[in-house]
């Protein structure tokens, strides 16, 4: 099992510009101005994930009241989510299989980057029971991992391991999605799937904390977190390999989740340590048409989001390109006088989805009439971003200017250049040097 807890101590791996030119060397490539180090995971806003949760009861009550296999509600719950994934930059696919004689779907969503031979997996299952809108179960932990999925991405989280999250679909008609999944799955990726989160029912109205008793190192980031807030947990017994962890188990895949509670009653005990009541079911609207968004602990569902972010965040030793990342190439530049334009590149790598809109160029070029200078940023797809026009009527010295643009439909990594070109005689001058800051 290749999964470890990473420690507290965070090693701030700082590249000090300024050290790297004293010690000599050249900058001929972009040296990132700055490089944290991982990392507590976000708070997990339990607003945005009550808001999903809206929005999957707005699906079951335009559906015919359910989101179950095959019916309408389903596959609307799909696309919802499917579209928040995609806006956030996450590579999706649908797998589509047949059950009863109907066409189920699985939704795979890969964040780009990491180490794909150790991918960590988080799902959910997506479908509810034909009798209700399924809130708890398990629009839940849908929307937990959803979430969560956001946050990597709000985040730009740059973790060691591949992260991957899915939504099952069919899992009331018996895990039916997963085991596809992981059917269909050579033998070869089975074996990178370092291991695999599950989330179903964790906002239960009369909650337990209950840890999936599977892989230790899962199972003891889950209970660091809850022991960091204070709220005891117990095992989860109420039905090993009940849900879609359970397809995962069976071919080896180390596993591990969280449940907050179903049909079964909370005891005495269960209510003095949780609060809650006691000789009540966790979850009375359990397959039921109650299981609304009333059927909802805020306090659980809360809790549990937060859990998820902190499991993924820990296990995929996740690191963050912080914005106000700088790369800078200092070495001079001759740019001949009426002469063809020269270029300055640098090097971004090991950034995710596309360059911000406020992307900021820093140019420092030495010029003894700078209005013959015609500047341009060219993106790594070789688009041109005019920084400045030339003008016979300014003859200052030197373009020492910090230029902002909306470079949002550049993709980020890649060789970025500073365009130079002087078009009028007389005056020259360099490329002294220049950064773009992320
Ligand atoms: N969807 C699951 C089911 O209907 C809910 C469930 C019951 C469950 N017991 C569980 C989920 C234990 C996880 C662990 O069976
Ligand atoms: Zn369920
Ligand atoms: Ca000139």
Not at 182 to 189: C, G, K, Q, T, Y
Not at 228 to 254: C, L, M, Q, Y
Request: aromatic content about 8%; charged content about 15%; proline content about 4%.
């Amino acid at each position: 099992m290749n999964l470890s807890v990473p420690g507290r101590t965070l090693t701030a791996a700082v590249f000090a510009l300024a050290g790297l030119l004293a010690a000599g060397a050249p900058a001929a490539t972009a040296a990132p101005g700055a490089q944290a180090a991982a990392l507590a995971a976000p708070d997990i806003p339990l607003a945005s994930v009550k808001a999903h949760l809206t929005q999957f009861q707005s699906i079951a009550t335009a559906n015919g009241g359910n989101r179950a296999h095959g019916r309408p509600g389903y596959k609307a719950s799909i696309d919802y989510v499917k579209a928040k994934l995609d806006a956030a930059g996450f590579t999706t696919t649908v797998q589509q299989f047949t059950s009863s004689g109907a066409t189920g779907y699985n939704l795979i969503a890969d964040w780009p980057g990491g180490d794909t031979g150790q991918t960590l997996m988080a799902g959910a299952h997506l479908d509810s029971v034909s009798s209700g809108a399924g809130i708890n179960d398990n629009a839940s932990g849908s929307a937990a991992v959803l979430e969560t999925a956001l946050a990597v991405s709000r985040a730009q989280l740059q973790p060691s391991k591949h992260l991957r999250f899915a939504w099952w679909g069919a899992e009331e008609l018996g895990l039916v999605g997963s085991k596809y999944y992981v059917n269909n799955l050579p033998s070869a990726e089975r074996s990178k799937v370092a291991g695999y989160l599950n989330f179903d029912m964790i906002g239960s109205p009369n909650p337990g904390y209950f840890v999936y008793d599977d892989d230790p190192v899962i199972e003891q980031t889950f209970k660091d977190y809850f022991a960091g807030i204070g709220v005891p947990t117990e095992i989860e017994t109420e039905g090993d390999g009940r849900s879609d962890h359970a397809s995962f188990k069976n071919v080896g895949i180390p596993v591990g989740g969280l449940f907050t509670g179903a049909s079964r009653t909370k005891t005495a005990a269960q209510a003095q340590k949780w609060g809650g009541t006691s000789g009540q079911a966790f979850d009375r609207c359990y397959h039921s048409s109650c299981d609304t968004t009333s059927n909802i602990s805020d306090t659980a569902l809360d809790r549990n989001s937060d859990a998820v972010a902190h499991a993924i965040w820990s296990l995929s030793s996740g690191t963050t390109v912080p914005p106000g990342d700088f790369y800078e190439n200092a070495a001079d530049v001759a740019v001949p006088d009426a002469g063809a334009a020269v270029t300055s590149t640098v090097t971004v790598s090991g950034r995710t989805g596309n360059a911000p809109a406020t992307l900021k160029a820093a140019v420092d070029i030495k010029h003894t009439f700078r209005g013959d200078l015609v500047i341009d940023l060219v993106a790594p797809d070789g688009t041109a971003y005019r920084l400045k026009n030339s003008s016979s009527s300014d003859s200052a010295d030197n373009v020492i200017a910090t230029y902002t643009v909306n470079a949002s439909a550049e993709a980020a990594n890649g060789d970025w250049k500073l365009r130079v070109q002087d078009v009028a005689r007389y005056d020259t001058g360099y490329i002294d040097s220049w950064r773009l800051t992320f």
